[in-house]
């Protein structure tokens, strides 16, 4: 099992832009396929973005692509997840996942989360 933490939420202002981390321990995670998700109050987390495990693929939920940019740096067993341009309407719990199956440009979680990071988007 993988120990993820991630970092890099706060508060910003609709337009601004934060970069969320997620550090990995116990294992590396570099021949891992990754994963971030959101949850907002009262609704169902979703799906974001994710990369493969050599970081030459990528796949982005419709809202964010454009915006968002997902990247890892194996030396560091880190993903990184940078946010431009943010919604008020994407505020959330930003949680990373590990290992999940991602194919066909669709990321199926595990169940390796981290305790998530709170992203604020004031209006």
């Known amino acids: 099992q993988v120990q993820l933490v991630e970092s890099g939420g706060g508060l910003v202002q609709a337009g601004g832009s934060l970069r969320l981390s997620c550090v990995a321990s116990?294992?590396?995670?570099?021949?891992?396929?990754m994963g971030w998700f959101r949850q907002a109050p009262g609704k169902e987390r979703e799906f974001v973005a994710a990369i493969d495990w050599s970081g030459s693929r990528t796949t982005y939920a419709e809202s964010v692509s454009g915006r968002f940019t997902i990247s890892r740096d194996s030396d560091k067993n880190t993903v990184n997840l940078q946010m431009n341009s943010l919604k008020p309407e994407e505020a959330a719990v930003y949680y990373c996942?590990?290992?999940?199956?991602?194919?066909?440009?669709?990321?199926?979680?595990?169940?390796?989360w981290g305790q998530g990071t709170q992203v604020t988007v004031s209006s």
């Open positions: 996942n590990a290992d999940g199956a991602y194919y066909g440009g669709s990321y199926c979680p595990t169940n390796d």
């Open positions: 116990e294992r590396t995670i570099s021949t891992f396929a």
